[in-house]
């Protein structure tokens, strides 16, 4: 039986991290019976690594939560198939074109199978896993210029999805605070927002329209201060925005700062190992 593990590739992923995102999981927390919650779900490395019977799962970019919820069981089959056709065409076909076609193209909204297998291969067959969109909410990330990408991980996406139908597993699209969870006593919460840019090109972040602001950090300080009042385990990644980082420290949080490499710039040279913090 095959392992599952994320099924997107996602800017700011976190699986290069787990080893130091496990220490500061408390023993006390147990995934066959604790609450797992994850807010900015993403490609979902540490859910996929802890692999919890019971988890809350949000994210606001629609298609993102579109791409999870066509591996529902009542989409998974569509998802699938459309997800071969695609695979078909990129490999027998003209790979570019196919690329551009599929990002131009725009599925009725009711048809999440379709709509999920287009997020998926966008995200195996565009740059390095990017998800950008304009400010009309147009995605815009070029082709990867990859022509052997595996757009199609028929293995892995079964294997996802027989997790998910197997467990309690609760699909939201949604904004953090709404979540209902801060009264569950040993819950633990994950919190992987969009980074504070380092610079005024990093725009990486640009993966709902409006983004995700300053003031939306610090309303996640004092949420995330607040889970952790009521009683949950609560950990987070951030960049290293002194400022910022300085906010959790005066909510109590202890502040690691640990090396993390980032590959997402467009030139290889400014790619390599930076600082981000974890906070719990």
Request: charge should be neutral; charged fraction near 25%.
């Amino acid at each position: 039986m095959t392992n599952p593990k994320p099924f997107l590739k996602w800017a700011g992923g976190k699986t290069q991290l787990l080893p130091e995102l496990q220490k500061r999981i408390p023993t006390t927390w147990n995934r066959e019976t604790d609450l797992y919650v994850e807010p900015f779900l993403g490609g979902g490395a540490l859910f996929w690594e802890l692999q919890p019977k019971n988890a809350i799962l949000a994210d606001a970019n629609e298609e993102l939560y579109i791409a999870w919820l066509g591996l529902d069981t009542l989409y998974v089959e569509d998802t699938l198939k459309e997800l071969r056709e695609l695979r078909r065409r990129y490999q027998l076909g003209d790979p570019e074109t196919t690329y551009y076609d599929t990002r131009a193209w725009e599925p009725p909204s009711s048809e999440i199978g379709a709509r999920a297998a287009r997020t998926i291969f966008l995200n195996k067959a565009g740059f390095n896993g990017l998800y950008r969109v304009n400010g009309k909410g147009e995605f815009n990330v070029p082709w990867g210029k990859n022509p052997a990408a595996n757009v199609f991980d028929e293995e892995n996406l079964a294997a996802c999805a027989n997790f998910l139908h197997d467990n309690q597993t609760d699909l939201n699209r949604r904004d953090f605070e709404s979540l209902k969870c801060g009264g569950v006593e040993g819950a633990l919460v994950y919190c992987d927002p969009p980074y504070v840019p380092t610079s005024k090109t990093s725009n990486f972040t640009a993966y709902t329209v409006g983004g995700f602001t300053y003031a939306d950090q610090l309303r996640l300080a004092v949420w995330a201060a607040r889970l952790r009042a009521n009683g949950a385990h609560v950990i987070l990644s951030q960049a290293a925005d002194e400022i910022l980082i300085d906010q959790y420290r005066r909510l109590g949080f202890k502040c690691d700062k640990v090396a993390a490499r980032r590959n997402i710039n467009s030139k290889g040279s400014k790619r390599g190992p930076v600082g981000e913090y974890i906070i719990y």
